[in-house]
């Protein structure tokens, strides 16, 4: 069972940035493809950023060009830099496994809170 920790949230005025970040357990990571979700209030959680084990990266439309994931093999940890921040990002994100090369996921972290708000 991969445990995952997401933190890094918090208030934000439009315009700014954030960095979240991911602590993944398990011994191999590395062999993880990743990706970070939202789940804005009454809207469905959302795909927005993945990043192959080999370090391939893709992005939603909705975050192209303002968001870059990254990971960090040696720490277990996986990295969203979100800049340009829109008050349609806020939402809870998560870090897990990417669903659309290891499937669906039924076990997610605590997620983090984005609040994007002048």
């Known amino acids: 069972q991969v445990q995952l920790v997401e933190s890094g949230g918090g208030l934000v005025q439009p315009g700014g940035s954030l960095r979240l970040s991911c602590l993944v357990s398990?011994?191999?990571?590395?062999?993880?493809?990743m990706g970070w979700y939202r789940q804005a209030p009454g809207k469905q959680r959302e795909l927005v950023a993945t990043?192959?084990?080999?370090?391939?990266?893709n992005y939603d439309d909705s975050v192209k060009g303002r968001f870059t994931i990254s990971r960090d093999n040696a720490k277990n940890m996986v990295y969203l830099q979100m800049n340009s921040l829109k008050p349609e990002d806020m939402a809870v994100y998560y870090c897990?496994?990417?669903?659309?090369?290891?499937?669906?996921?039924?076990?997610w972290g605590q997620g983090t809170q984005v609040t994007v708000s002048s």
């Open positions: 897990n496994l990417d669903e659309t090369r290891h499937g669906p996921r039924d076990s």
């Open positions: 398990g011994s191999i990571f590395n062999f993880y493809h």
């Open positions: 990043i192959t084990r080999g370090g391939s990266t």
